[in-house]
């Protein structure tokens, strides 16, 4: 950047273009606006040039906010089903609730219901692996939104969440602005993951803003502290997913509807490593198509191989260190031109991973 006067004269025009090509309420517009004229009078009479950056980068945040942008939903129940029942084997249970949820969503949307931001919020409660944050972003999928995830777990610093104050000069907006800003949409679908797994230090002050994100009162002027200007959020779909309800304060609570994710049976792994997860991951590992066979006897010992585990990822797990495996093979040239590699109960642990 040119630090001389004339220079940035020429990057506050550059703001207030940016600010002039996008559509922001009317006060904050103003707000911003009477800074840049400040600043530049400033400049003008030989002030400090220090606060410059400061309103650059407040400008860029605010400028990105989707305040009047929203994505088309896809209102079609059949293709929410259809995309359920693809991503996801079995859980019959929670794809009917949601199902119902989203039926009830698709009409308020339909009709102009105002009265769809006083729905409560989806929580998947389960047991790790059991498919809660891949059910989420299904859920995202069926609505065509933007999908979006903010990670709680090991959270203690409400303003992750809430933003910090400009006065600070490493201040920042919080995790809510940011991923409205990545997705570009008022209306996307923001995944608060692991509800209960914040920091004890933390629990508190945390819970009081998710009490505030998650109140159709409340969430139509959030208030982050760096944006400094109430933000609609009533558009956006929140989905919590958590372990347990144990560490979840009861306010926070009241405004969930919770979806049991039961754990799967080993018939049910049986049929996701099969069908789901084998086909994907051996994609991913490079291997060529049909060269890597599994028999059906040998299921159930990759299903167990460390003894019971509720959901599916150790079952994730140990097919992909099988597809390394056999990749490892093939790199090495120890798999002769079109021959198929065929996983027996003989010869399994050859390939289940150490």
């Known amino acids: 950047m040119d630090k001389t006067a004339h220079g ?16 922001l309420p009317p006060e904050l517009l103003e707000k911003t606006q009477g800074m840049l004229d400040i600043l530049k009078i400033s400049i003008q009479q030989g002030g400090s040039y220090g606060n410059f950056e400061s309103v650059a980068n407040y400008i860029n945040v605010i400028s990105q906010i989707p305040f009047n942008k929203t994505t088309q939903d896809n209102l079609n129940l059949n293709s929410a089903k259809e995309i359920l029942n ?7 249970s ?35 692996g059991t498919g809660k944050t891949t059910l989420a972003y299904s859920v995202a999928q069926a ?13 203690g610093d409400v303003r992750a969440l809430r933003g910090q104050s400009r006065v600070f000069p490493d201040a920042e907006p919080g995790q809510i602005i940011k991923k409205m800003i990545h997705a570009n949409s008022r209306n996307c679908v923001i995944l608060l993951d692991e509800l209960d797994r914040v920091t004890e230090e933390a629990r508190a002050d945390i819970m009081g803003v998710l009490v505030e994100l998650l109140d159709p009162e409340q969430n139509m002027a959030f208030n982050d502290h760096y944006v400094d200007y109430p933000v609609d ?7 919590a997913t958590a372990n347990n309800t144990t560490n979840i304060s009861t306010a926070v609570l009241d405004r969930l509807e919770l979806v049991q994710m039961p754990a799967y049976s080993d018939e049910e792994k049986m049929v996701i490593g099969k069908s789901y997860l084998f086909p994907k991951i051996s994609h991913f590992s490079g291997l060529p198509p049909n060269l890597l066979k599994i028999n059906d006897d040998v299921w159930p010992l990759i299903i167990r191989p460390l003894g019971y585990d509720s959901g599916i ?9 099988m597809c390394r495996k056999v990749a490892r093979l093939i790199v090495e040239g120890r798999v002769p031109q079109g021959d198929i590699i065929t996983v027996t109960t003989q010869n399994v642990k050859q390939f289940l991973p150490a």
Do not use: W
């Not at 693809?86 to 019959?92: D, E, I, S």
């Not at 990822?313 to 260190?321: A, C, K, Q, S, V």
């Open 143 to 155: 609505l065509g939104r933007s999908f979006e995830r903010i990670p709680l777990g090991g959270m």
């Open 94 to 128: 929670a794809k009917d609730r949601i199902l119902e949820y989203l039926a009830s969503l698709m009409l308020n949307i339909k009709n102009n219901n105002t009265s769809v931001t006083h729905a409560p919020i989806l929580c998947l409660v389960g047991l790790v």
């Open 8 to 23: 940035f004269d020429a990057e506050i025009q550059k703001l207030q273009q940016k600010l002039s090509t996008n559509q």
């Open 86 to 92: 693809k991503n996801h084997y079995g859980l019959n």
């Open 233 to 239: 959020l009533s558009k956006v779909l929140f989905i």
């Open 313 to 321: 990822r150790t079952l994730e797990r140990t097919i992909e260190g």
